[in-house]
């Protein structure tokens, strides 16, 4: 068990990408609690998954744009645990629509959700674990905030916005042994994918020279890896996931 004895949050746990790093988690040894808005219907599977490995699984229900709700459920997470040893800022939506057509509500909403909840949550966690002197924060962003894309001015935005906080919050923590990272999924099979249609799906896939999506369980093993002691003189990283796309 790579993870055996810490304890995780993940933001964005309840489904999708969110969901696989939750279980792979959960069976490597880590106790998790899961941020989302809404409750996961695969709850039941997570509390087997942690039964089975002896290890402790929560729902936490919160919205991580709003400062003030998730400053106060990280910080009774914090006080449950008696200390937090990752941090998964997962959490993420999509907005799409061509620059001319985008509305500031879908800018702006993309924006607290994506980025802005990852300041929130590590300027919390940052100095908790500056303070234990151990302790590996990982942000999801994307392929697409190192390359854009077409109709996706704010999700990409966001994206290349979570890197760049990546890098810095990692010089900040790391003389404390605090490992920062960021991981950058390409084309994924998730639900958020799953609403494009057949032929963008397939003009998607031609793109990538492995010439087939990536599965979530594929983001969750690099999640470990960046959480584990495995990773231990990795920091400042951004590790990408997408079979070669952006090549």
Known sequence: MLLKGKKAIITGGARGIG??????????????????????EFMHEFEEMAKSNGVEVFFKQS????????????NEILTESAGIDILVNNAGITRDNLLFKMTSEDWEKVMRINLTSAFYI???????????????????ASVVGITGNIGQVNYSASKAGLIGLTKSISKEVASK????????????????????????????INLIPLKRMGDPKEIAT????????????VTGQVIRVDGGMAI
């Open 63 to 74: 919205d991580v744009s709003n400062e003030e709700i998730i400053s106060a459920c990280i």
């Open 122 to 140: 590590s300027k919390i966690i940052a100095p908790h674990m500056r303070k234990r002197k151990t302790g590996s924060i990982i942000n999801m």
């Open 19 to 40: 969901k696989e790093i939750v279980l792979c988690f959960l069976k490597e040894g880590a106790s998790v609690y899961i941020i989302d808005l809404l409750e996961s």
């Open 222 to 233: 690099v999640a470990l890896f960046l959480a584990s002691d495995l990773a231990s003189y």
């Open 177 to 204: 042994g605090v490992r920062v990272n960021a991981i950058a999924p390409g084309f994924i099979q998730t639900g958020m994918t799953a609403k494009l249609g057949e032929k963008i799906i397939e003009s998607y």
